[in-house]
């Protein structure tokens, strides 16, 4: 069983709608929870992190966690075909190392 | 501003000839980071530095080694590069006063010929 787990897409959405990226994880332990944003050909933006159960918001990005399910989300509202990138999840088990998801790809339709 | 910077963008070398890759940041973080990562696959770390501390991931081939001389930069060397070592390499930092995000360089993309 992978230890960060993403649906790899590609994840259509119409311009100006929500997008919802889903990732669960394996370590109970698992302390900070972050979401990166990768465009083809670069580096892992970092976008969002949260730490507690509940919902994280910022602009257009809210990340939601919910450890007794093992599950970690990203909705972004008000999709802009910028947005277009693949979305990696990354999870800190305590040890500040993150291991990461293989990222869902995310498309937005003009 | 501050950055995590990482020479040169692109690398190509011969297959078993040595190379290196560098990692500088002006962010004076505590903690450095060497990923690997190939095309349409997560990044894999290979190893990372508490300050001195070297902690090596226990899958990461000997091929690799990795020095850090001071606080700001850090050196990725492949001894005898193969064809599958072929990837995108990244370099990120964080600071231990910090929740554990990580900051990446814009990475440096290695070909094997």
């Known amino acids: 069983q992978k230890e960060v787990e993403q649906n790899s897409g590609p994840l259509s959405v119409p311009e100006g709608a929500i997008a919802s990226l889903n990732c669960t994880y394996s370590d109970r332990g698992s302390q900070s929870f972050f979401w990166y944003r990768q465009y083809s050909g670069k580096s892992p933006e970092l976008i969002m992190f949260?730490?507690?159960?509940g919902d994280k918001e910022d602009g257009r990005f809210t990340a939601q966690l919910n450890k007794a399910s093992q599950y970690v989300s990203l909705l972004i509202r008000d999709s802009q075909p910028s947005d277009s990138a693949t979305y990696l999840c990354a999870v800190d088990t305590g040890r500040r190392a993150l291991t990461f998801g293989s990222g869902t790809r995310l498309q937005v339709q003009p | 501003d501050a950055m995590v910077i990482q020479n040169p963008r692109y690398q190509v070398t011969q297959f078993g000839k040595p190379v290196t890759l560098s990692c500088s940041q002006t962010?004076?973080?505590?903690?450095m980071y060497w990923y690997q990562q190939k095309s349409s696959q997560a990044p894999k770390l290979l190893f990372h530095y508490y300050d001195k501390d070297f902690n090596n991931e226990a899958d990461t081939p000997d091929n690799f080694q990795s020095r850090r001389p001071n606080t700001s930069f850090c050196f990725l060397d492949i001894r005898s590069p193969g064809l599958g070592d072929a990837a995108m390499y990244l370099c990120?930092?964080?600071?231990?006063?910090?929740?554990?995000?990580?900051?990446f360089g814009p990475g440096t993309r290695l070909t094997v010929t």
């Open positions: 949260i730490y507690s159960n």
């Open positions: 962010l004076n973080h505590n903690v």
């Open positions: 990120a930092t964080s600071s231990l006063a910090g929740g554990g995000e990580q900051y």
